[in-house]
């Protein structure tokens, strides 16, 4: 009996040795609020790098959010030293190829310390010989850049573009 115990107590020390190693906490991913229409539901497929994404089909409307976290953007040596050159980096490539583009002069807001910019895009979908229109929004939170691409059919525009907008100016994080 005591040749187990002491046999026991000499592993356990053999191991506490080797677990002195002292290890560092890291949150894995990022966490934000965002409020959604209750026509549209939660869904995959819309863009690989999306946080989040949703849609209403029957509706033929579609969202979704792309983080950038700060650090990781300077960890990639992308160093924006504003919400406008952020912006400015994203509106250059987005549907820059496409049919009769159009881009509104971005707007900018700040609301408890978020900056906000919002822009209005349309083009003609080629495919579907369709115009089509997005409210891109870009959020500047302290951690992060967040992208929120809303869009619809153009002709219904002036249906869903103050929705666009209340999903835009809800992210919190």
Known sequence: MKLITYSTLLFLISISSYSQTILKNYKIGH???LSIPDYMSRTVGLNESAAVQYKNEVKDVYSFVIEDSKEELLLADLNFTSINEFYENFIKDFAKDEKSREVSKPIETKKNNINFIEADLTYLDS???????YLLGIVETKTSFYKIISWTAAESKDKFKEDFRKILYSLKD
Do not use: K, L, P, R
Not at 127 to 133: L, W
């Open 127 to 133: 495919e579907a010989t369709v115009q089509i229109y």
């Open 31 to 33: 966490s934000f609020d």
